[in-house]
C-alpha cells in the first residue's frame, strides 16, 4: 500500500514566523510530489510541485525534495494568518492519480 | 490556470435517491478523470479513475454499482450515487487530469438525510 505520510498537527506558528511542513512516502519510484492547500469546506489549490531533489522557492514558499530519504517538505516564510488552512502533501501515483496525505493543520496568530 | 467546473456545489437529497454530480473541463482536454471523496477531518481518498470512452476503475471498497461514472467526452465526466445512504454523505471532488498537472473542481457536499 503506497502512503503518504504526515503530521495532522494542529502547527501553531506566530504571524511573520516560518512554518515547516513535513512529509514523507513510501514508493520509492515516486517522481512528481506537490502541496496543496486546502481551506475548510473548499477544494484544494495548488501551491507547489516539485520532481527534482533539492530546494525551488516561489514567493514565500520553498519546496524541498530529498528522494534519498523519501522526504518531502514545505517551509512558509513571513507566515500570515490568511495561511492558516490544511496543507496537504500528494505523490503522484503510477496510474497517474495523486496520493493524498492526511493533511497538517497550520494555525498563524496574529 | 485550467478551468474546471463542479456542480452542484451542494446537495441535500433523501436516503434511497440518486444523485448526480457534473465535471467539466472548460479550457482543456481531460483523458483521464479521478473522482476523490472526503470525510470530514479525513484526506482525500481516490474513488475511481476514468478514461474518456472506456469503463472507470474502482478502488477497493468502492462499489461500482452504486457510484456510477460516466465519462463520455474529453471534457465532461459525471458521477451520480445511487440509493444514496447517510454514510454516502461526503464531499466529493473530480480531478481531471491535464498534460502535466491535475486540476481540482470545486467539489460537491453531499448531505443524505
Known amino acids: 500500500q503506497k502512503e503518504v505520510e504526515q503530521n495532522s498537527g494542529p502547527l501553531s506558528v506566530p504571524e511573520g514566523a516560518i512554518a515547516s511542513l513535513n512529509c514523507t512516502y513510501s514508493d520509492r519510484g515516486s517522481q512528481s510530489f506537490f502541496w496543496y492547500r486546502q481551506y475548510s469546506g473548499k477544494s484544494p489549490e495548488l501551491i507547489m510541485s516539485?520532481?527534482?531533489?533539492g530546494d525551488k522557492e516561489d514567493g514565500r514558499f520553498t519546496a524541498q525534495l530529498n528522494k534519498a530519504s523519501q522526504y518531502v517538505s514545505l517551509l512558509i516564510r513571513d507566515s500570515q494568518p490568511s495561511d492558516s488552512a490544511t496543507y496537504l502533501c500528494?505523490?503522484?501515483?503510477?496510474?497517474?492519480?495523486?496520493?493524498f496525505g492526511k493533511g497538517t493543520k497550520l494555525s498563524v496568530k496574529p | 490556470g485550467a478551468v474546471v467546473s463542479q456542480h452542484p456545489s451542494w446537495v441535500i437529497c433523501k436516503s434511497g435517491t440518486s444523485v448526480k454530480i457534473e465535471c467539466r473541463s472548460l479550457d482543456f482536454q481531460a483523458t483521464t478523470m479521478f473522482w476523490y471523496r472526503q470525510f470530514p477531518k479525513q484526506s482525500l481518498m481516490l474513488m475511481a479513475t476514468s478514461n474518456e470512452g472506456s469503463k472507470a476503475t474502482y478502488e477497493q471498497g468502492v462499489e461500482k454499482d452504486k457510484f456510477l461514472i460516466n465519462h463520455a467526452s474529453l471534457t465532461l465526466s459525471t458521477l451520480t450515487v445511487t440509493s444514496a445512504h447517510p454514510e454516502d454523505s461526503s464531499f466529493y471532488i473530480c480531478?481531471?487530469?491535464?498534460?502535466?498537472?491535475?486540476?481540482f473542481g470545486q467539489g460537491t457536499r453531499l448531505t443524505v438525510v
Open positions: 480531478v481531471p487530469w491535464g498534460n502535466t498537472e491535475a486540476f
Open positions: 500528494a505523490v503522484k501515483g503510477s496510474q497517474g492519480n495523486l496520493i
Open positions: 516539485i520532481y527534482s531533489n
